[in-house]
């Protein structure tokens, strides 16, 4: 890992926020070096570091875990890995901060069902930028009962990129895996890539964060299509909760095709407290992620809200 001091502090400098946005096509000014002061009230004084890319690390670090206490899990016993974090505040280039991983906890969830789990948070000095939890379970928990929004008489590969659904309004997106990709973003998040990759010990393991961050291109783009103003109305995650069927994701290999369908925007009726403070008319969007045959790869349920907002002083 790498830009880790001997205190165990990270900073993530401006070329990793680089390499990871380039890595998955996120054009979100919030994270580019001169495009940052063109957006109207921005409070964050520079480029801050991708959610996806604290979440990748979050991932390598819940993984190693496991391995230093030698139970890093079954998978054909609990397939699932379900990612639940709330962003609590924005971290930026060069900002140094911590990242705790708490021993993992065997036990049950709501439902009786296995499950593994380990709470991490992420600090800086001036407090909380990342706090959740990695579980592993039998089943889904991020959108377990989310029919699948396909019509039936429509074949993945008919679909356009960049398409809206005529039946529900959900947007398709289009991406392709790519070894050299994710290892950017493994790069870019401070995980040493050859843990993933590693092409003379025939080691390809595509990390689960990979594909589930190219949601944010499709966001983007999807917001792109509606006319969304980026600048003027700025948008940030205040939550994310994903879960990955793991089964699919070790078996992914460069060149598969991932379609991303986005649910048109629903507002959320209890606030989730993160970056955008309290107060804010926040809006959820569903997010699945489909692979050959329509498997589905990743269930995602993400919370944005605007920038500015009332009380929180950003306008």
């Known amino acids: 890992m790498a830009a880790v001091a001997s205190d165990g502090t990270c900073v993530y400098r401006q070329i990793h926020i680089d390499v990871a946005r380039n890595a998955t096509d996120d054009f979100n000014p919030f994270h580019d070096g001169d495009k940052w002061m063109r957006i109207r009230g921005n409070p964050f004084g520079g480029p801050i570091v991708l959610g996806f890319q604290q979440e990748c690390l979050a991932e390598a670090l819940v993984t190693r875990m496991r391995i230093a206490e030698g139970d890093a899990g079954n998978i054909s016993q609990l397939p699932f890995r379900n990612y639940q974090f709330t962003f609590a505040g924005a971290l930026g280039a060069d900002e140094a901060f911590t990242a705790v991983v708490k021993p993992t906890i065997r036990g049950t969830d709501t439902a009786g069902q296995a499950q593994m789990s380990n709470r991490i948070a992420m600090r800086k000095d ?3 930028v990342l706090l959740g939890h990695v579980r592993d379970s039998l089943t889904p928990q991020a959108l377990p009962d989310e029919p699948l929004p396909l019509p039936a008489d429509v074949k993945l590969e008919q679909l356009e990129d960049r398409c809206v659904l005529a039946d529900n309004g959900w947007f398709h997106k289009r991406k392709f895996m790519s070894n050299s990709n994710a290892k950017n973003l493994l790069s870019g998040s401070l995980v040493r890539q050859a843990d993933y990759f590693d092409e ?16 944010s291109c499709a966001l983007l783009e999807k917001a792109g299509t509606d006319g969304h103003d980026f600048y003027h109305d700025p948008m940030v995650y205040a939550a994310h909760h994903i879960s990955v069927d793991q089964r ?8 598969d095709t991932l379609h991303i369908l986005v649910s048109p925007a629903e507002p959320v009726p209890t ?9 804010t008319e926040q809006l959820r969007y569903r997010c699945i992620g489909l692979i050959t045959g329509a498997r589905i790869l990743f269930r995602a349920e993400l919370v944005l809200a605007p920038l500015a907002g009332p009380g929180n002083g950003t306008r």
């Open 248 to 255: 699919l994701a070790r078996a992914l290999r460069s060149a």
């Open 126 to 128: 001036s407090g909380l």
């Open 271 to 279: 606030a989730v407290r993160g970056l955008s403070g309290s107060g």
């Open 200 to 215: 003379l010990e025939d080691r390809i393991n595509f990390p689960d964060m990979f594909p589930a961050a190219l949601i």
